[in-house]
Structure formats: structure tokens, C-alpha cells
């Protein structure tokens, strides 16, 4: 089975900060990857899927990149609106496996 | 728009079988997938059918406990749990899957406790 890890666990960060979240998986998956975002007591959004690939109406100040086995995450410039915890999923193969997630907080 | 339904404390051993209905889209098209949230923890995935329930897979902490299925007719999605144990108390999400495979469309999450 893949196994995901995310690092950090806790970015404590300011908003008009850069932030990266670094997402790994225990074998190749290629690009099959997403990240989400989730706020307390609210369903996951997907932000990116197939590694880069930004949602539709998702804003342009995230990003994603990589391919293989090791994955990021950026927000260029975050926003008020962005502090919650966000999840990579891997979609290569079953079972599915999501890493154990990145809380984004006020510094 | 997908809404979870049957969420309820239960006591351990016990069964409980959560529903998922659509309201928006073909759901017949599309492979569904349930995803659960302990209280406090990340996300889990439970398990995935396939859009002609061809196709059925489970997290290895389910299997053997946990039943998917679906109705297309009814545009509904089915999770029947038989022996629950504590841990598996949760929020949990049904939710669909583009045809590559990412997790699109969440539910609201219903909650299951079990507990005695």
C-alpha cells in the first residue's frame, strides 16, 4: 500500500507569507495527486488535482508541483481566507490514501 | 449537492447503515467514494465503487465490516456497518469521483458514534 506523509504538521505563517507543504509518497504515483483544503466543521475543497492542475474558481495564489514521488504545495501570498489544514491525496491506486494533513495558522 | 443520512450513536458490535443521495448531477456516471473523519484527526479513506458497482475496494480497516453499494435509479449511495468498534466513530463523507479519480464533490458528513 502508498503511504503519504506531509511536513510540516503545524506552519504557523502570516498573512502576504509564502507557504510551501511538502507531500511524499512511499512509492511512484506519477502525477495522480490532489490537495485539499478543509475548514473546521466543513467538508474538503478540492485545490489541485493531477499534481498541478488548479480547481476551477480556485484563486491563482495556489499552486502545486511535482511528479513521482515527492509533491508541493505553495501559496503565494496567503490570504486571511486560507488558514485551515490541507491534505494530499494519492489517486494512483487502492487502496486511496491521504497524508495526515498540514494546519496553516496565525503566527 | 450529495447529503449524508443515518448517522447515530451506536454501542459497540452494533450496525448502522448511512445513506447518500444526489440531488445535482448523473449520478450514474460517476464512481462514489466514502471518506471519514475522526473527532480531532485527519481524513480516512473507507471505501470506493465503482459507477456500475463493477468495481468495489475497502480500507483494511473495514473489510469484512463494512458493505458499499449503490442504486442509480434512486441516485443513492449505501455504507452498511456491521461490528462497529469505537474507532470507527467519525464524520463521515460520501463523495465523487471525476473519472481520473479526484474527489470533486464532498457531502456535509454525517456522524457516527459508537459508544456504550
Known amino acids: 500500500d502508498i503511504q503519504m506523509t506531509q511536513s510540516p504538521s503545524t506552519l504557523s505563517a502570516s498573512v502576504g507569507d509564502r507557504v510551501t507543504i511538502t507531500c511524499r509518497a512511499s512509492?511512484?504515483?506519477?502525477?495522480?495527486l490532489a490537495w485539499y483544503q478543509q475548514k473546521p466543521g466543513k467538508a474538503p475543497k478540492l485545490l489541485i488535482y493531477?499534481?498541478?492542475n488548479l480547481e476551477s474558481g480556485v484563486p491563482s495564489r495556489f499552486s502545486g508541483s511535482g511528479s513521482g514521488t515527492e509533491f508541493t504545495l505553495t501559496i503565494g501570498s496567503l490570504q486571511p481566507d486560507d488558514f485551515a489544514t490541507y491534505y494530499c491525496q494519492q489517486y494512483h491506486s487502492y487502496p486511496r490514501a491521504f497524508g495526515q494533513g498540514t494546519k496553516v495558522e496565525f503566527k | 449537492q450529495l447529503v449524508e443520512s443515518g448517522g447515530a450513536l451506536v454501542k459497540p458490535g452494533g450496525s448502522l447503515r448511512l445513506s447518500c443521495t444526489d440531488s445535482?448531477?448523473?449520478?450514474?456516471?460517476?464512481?462514489m467514494n466514502w471518506v471519514r473523519q475522526a473527532p480531532g484527526k485527519g481524513l480516512e479513506w473507507v471505501s470506493s465503487i465503482s459507477d456500475s458497482s463493477v468495481y468495489i475496494y475497502y480500507a483494511d480497516s473495514v473489510k469484512g465490516r463494512f458493505t458499499v453499494s449503490r442504486d442509480n435509479a434512486k441516485k443513492s449511495l449505501f455504507l452498511q456497518m456491521n461490528s462497529l468498534r469505537a474507532e470507527d466513530t467519525a464524520v463521515y463523507y460520501c463523495a465523487r469521483n471525476r473519472p481520473a479519480g479526484e474527489v470533486d464533490y464532498w457531502g456535509q458528513g454525517t456522524l457516527v458514534t459508537v459508544s456504550s
Open positions: 493531477t499534481a498541478s
Open positions: 512509492q511512484s504515483i506519477s502525477y495522480w
Open positions: 445535482g448531477f448523473t449520478f450514474s456516471s460517476y464512481g
